[in-house]
């Protein structure tokens, strides 16, 4: 019995080592040729091209997988923000699963502005709100507030 084992692992063995491993030496062989003809056959700059277009086609399925997640933001400010209060530049950063939004802005007075942080405060959305800076400047004649904050969401 241990010879009829013996026996039948050593053929396996011989065919594995004599038959298939040459044949996927072979395969390998050629795929290793048909790359490298592909390779001469392309200049650099069409290499740098296609490289470059690759780069930019993962970034774009990148950008709209990610789709849904930033428009869930921008629905969250226009449901609250209030009227004197608006956004000239907006940054949304995922630190892990913790969504934060950086916020430069304006508001007519100080306190529209607080009033702003309260709506934020009270959302159930948002986990902590931090002012940044506020400062009164002049923008058309007009002295209002700008302001800088983050938003940190809740997963």
Do not use: W
Not at 94 to 102: D, I, R, S, V, Y
Not at 113 to 140: G, H, Y
């Amino acid at each position: 019995m241990a010879f009829v084992i013996f026996g039948t692992t050593a053929v396996i063995f011989a065919g594995m080592k004599f038959g298939y491993q040459p044949y996927l030496d072979k395969k390998i062989g050629v795929a290793d040729s048909a790359l490298k003809r592909l390779a001469n056959s392309l200049s650099e700059e069409q290499q740098k091209n296609i490289f470059n277009l690759y780069s930019q086609l993962n970034n774009i399925s990148d950008l709209l997988k990610s789709r849904h997640r930033a428009l869930r933001f921008f629905d969250f400010l226009e449901k609250n923000t209030l009227k004197n209060v608006s956004f000239n530049s907006l940054n949304l950063n995922f630190k892990g699963n913790t969504p934060e939004l950086n916020i430069l802005g304006q508001a007519l007075s100080f306190e529209n502005l607080a009033q702003q942080l309260e709506v934020f405060k009270q959302s159930p959305d948002i986990s902590k709100v931090i002012l940044d800076n506020s400062r009164i400047t002049e923008q058309s004649k007009n002295k209002v507030v700008s302001f800088s904050m983050r938003l940190v969401f809740k997963q």
